[in-house]
């Protein structure tokens, strides 16, 4: 335990952060699009400005050049989980490998392939229209920090990194052991990438609007009038991207959680404090607990700290009142330190936390309503960055009624189980988080995490 002074300058640094996401303290975010007044006509309505909803609807104009896309976002565009992540872009569609055989073994192959091929269309979007968003695939390593830890990073096979290997690589005195994935993962500046696909979709046309909550759908002839608090478009398909927020469809209301992940972000590093790192060839960081951290640099040289972490509210509660919680920023300020004592009392300059949409499977899951006039995609549980891509082919696929070899994907057509109605959501999560957290100090999983993994049922962020 931290004595008082030590503790003392810890809640300085912490306090001391502003209560913004890095991201998005930025001169170049974008000015707020105008909102929606009156009626409108589109072929497409995208519902949600992160990701998911900004990648559909440029993807939707350039499959069909003239297609009208109307785009509708409540707040402001990459407010939520897109611009409150740690940006790592990684090629997995199912939330790592592990999770992948155990879910799909017979699929697992062509997932990977389709996961390789989606991170290489994000990056050629990027080049394409110029995007910059600081786009650079620099791998992840992932790192053991307990000895329970380190089999699991299969020693003697290519690729593990023994503690003095690792610790060359990235000097921590917390490395027991290391791998660099196999997976390709970049990263990047998520906000900007977010702004950089708004402006390329806008300049083919789709109409991005802000500040214009959606309220319900409702069945039209010939389509779907979505109601907005200002306005109605009548669109022939509708594509839902909300992720995290109340899902507009009943049937969704319990398949997923919202659960709330939190980060620090240092001032930059000198040329000395980089040094004392090392950090040979810059790739995201991960370690290998259950409350898992996770860790990179900016292109600016700051340290991205974020994890550990993941809390449910009861009651599937959203709102700002869950964003900037003090004893988890205490928590990672102490983790920080003693993954990298060398920089002990570095100045945090922004704290900040955003909600992730977490199903039962890890991953996102796909479906239609509404006769096939409505698709969605949600529950990526972390992992949205560049799956988020790949979310929107499949929900284009879905609107246009295409055999695809997308669609075909048991991945795609079965849902995960849903989550129960309270109190049992509330006391199943606990349940779980604890547990998790005794598998993390013991190395074992108790009968109740045992049971889930039975299942096919979990909880992470």
Same mark, same amino acid.
């Given at each position: 335990m931290s004595s008082g002074p030590e503790l003392d300058e810890l809640d300085r640094r912490v306090d001391d952060a502003a209560p913004v996401p890095l991201?998005?303290?930025?001169?170049?975010?974008?000015?707020?699009?105008?909102?929606?007044?009156?009626?409108?006509?589109?072929?497409?309505?995208?519902?949600?400005?992160?990701?998911?909803?900004?990648?559909?609807?440029?993807?939707?104009?350039?499959?069909?050049?003239?297609?009208?896309?109307?785009?509708?976002?409540?707040?402001?565009?990459?407010?939520?989980?897109?611009?409150?992540?740690?940006?790592?872009?990684e090629a997995s569609l199912t939330h790592g490998e592990t999770n992948g055989r155990d879910r799909w073994p017979d699929e697992f192959d062509t997932l990977t392939r389709l996961g390789e091929e989606n991170l290489r269309g994000i990056a050629a979007t990027i080049e394409k229209y110029g995007i910059d968003c600081d786009f650079e695939l620099s791998g992840a390593l992932s790192v053991a920090t307990r000895p329970h830890e380190v089999a699991d990073l299969e020693p003697g096979e290519p690729g593990f990194l023994d503690a003095d290997a690792v610790r060359r690589r990235l000097a921590s005195p917390t490395y027991l052991a290391g791998r660099m994935q196999p997976d390709?993962?970049?990263?990047?500046?998520?906000?900007?990438? /977010?702004?950089?696909?708004?402006?390329?979709?806008?300049?083919?046309? &789709?109409?991005?609007?802000?500040?214009?909550?959606?309220?319900?759908?409702?069945?039209?002839?010939?389509?779907?009038?979505?109601?907005? &608090?200002?306005?109605?478009?009548?669109?022939?398909?509708?594509?839902?991207?909300?992720?995290?927020?109340?899902?507009?469809?009943?049937?969704?209301?319990?398949?997923?959680?919202? &659960?709330?992940?939190?980060?620090?972000?240092?001032?930059?590093?000198?040329?000395?404090?980089?040094?004392?790192?090392?950090?040979?060839?810059?790739?995201?960081?991960?370690?290998?607990?259950?409350?898992?951290?996770?860790?990179?640099?900016?292109?600016?040289?700051?340290?991205?700290?974020?994890?550990?972490?993941?809390?449910?509210?009861?009651?599937?509660?959203?709102?700002?009142?869950?964003?900037?919680?003090?004893?988890?920023?205490? &928590?990672?300020?102490?983790?920080?330190?003693?993954?990298?004592?060398q920089l002990t009392g570095v100045r945090f300059t922004h704290r900040w936390g955003g909600a992730i949409d977490t199903c039962t499977r890890f991953c996102a899951f796909f479906g239609t309503a509404r006769r096939g006039r409505v698709a969605?995609?949600?529950?990526?549980?972390?992992?949205?960055?560049?799956?988020?891509?790949?979310?929107?082919?499949?929900?284009?696929?879905?609107? /246009?009624?295409?055999?695809?070899?997308?669609t075909r994907l048991r991945m795609v057509r079965r849902r995960p189980v849903p989550f129960p109605p309270e109190p049992l959501a509330w006391i199943g999560i606990r349940i779980t988080t604890r547990s998790l957290a005794r598998a993390d100090a013991t190395g074992r999983r108790n009968l109740w995490l045992r049971v889930l993994d039975r299942l096919g049922l979990g909880f992470d962020s």
């Open positions: 991201w998005l303290d930025s001169a170049a975010r974008p000015a707020p699009r105008p909102g929606l007044r009156g009626l409108l006509d589109a072929d497409l309505v995208v519902v949600g400005g992160g990701f998911t909803g900004l990648w559909t609807a440029l993807q939707a104009v350039e499959r069909e050049p003239g297609r009208s896309v109307v785009l509708l976002e409540a707040g402001r565009l990459a407010d939520a989980a897109t611009g409150r992540n740690g940006g790592f872009c390709p993962c970049a990263l990047v500046d998520p906000a900007r990438l /977010a702004w950089g696909l708004a402006a390329a979709a806008e300049s083919l046309g &789709v109409r991005v609007v802000e500040g214009t909550p959606v309220t319900s759908l409702r069945p039209a002839r010939g389509g779907v009038d979505v109601e907005t &608090v200002t306005g109605v478009v009548h669109a022939r398909v509708v594509a839902l991207a909300t992720n995290a927020y109340r899902p507009l469809l009943r049937r969704l209301r319990f398949h997923t959680v919202p &659960v709330y992940d939190y980060v620090l972000a240092t001032e930059p590093l000198t040329a000395e404090q980089l040094s004392a790192l090392g950090w040979e060839g810059r790739p995201g960081v991960s370690d290998s607990g259950n409350q898992f951290h996770y860790y990179r640099l900016t292109a600016d040289d700051r340290i991205v700290f974020g994890g550990y972490d993941a809390i449910y509210h009861y009651g599937r509660s959203l709102g700002p009142q869950h964003e900037d919680r003090r004893e988890t920023f205490r &928590v990672l300020a102490r983790h920080f330190d003693e993954t990298f004592p969605y995609a949600l529950g990526f549980t972390g992992l949205g960055v560049g799956a988020s891509r790949f979310a929107g082919d499949v929900m284009l696929d879905l609107l /246009a009624g295409a055999d695809t070899e997308r």
